[in-house]
């Protein structure tokens, strides 16, 4: 004999899952922007995959001091607040 939530509460499981339907794909999640930025940075990282697969150790060094500045930069307006 099987045990369901259903047996219990069958009203609440089908409001439940009926909620479930109708929200699922309408509105943007709230951690949308963390989702974009995390791919964001993995696509970096396979362009610097790649990099390193072309061009041997120059692909490694290079990409990171072409980005020294903009670190630089962001390290300056995470310090001002």
Known sequence: ???EPRDIQPDMAET???LAITTHHHHAT???PVKAIIAGVLCVLAMWGGAIA???L???YIPAVIAVPFLFGMLVLISKG
């Open 1 to 3: 004999m099987s045990f």
């Open 16 to 18: 439940t899952e009926d």
């Open 30 to 32: 709230p951690d949308a």
């Open 54 to 56: 072309a061009f041997g």
């Open 58 to 60: 120059p692909g490694l």
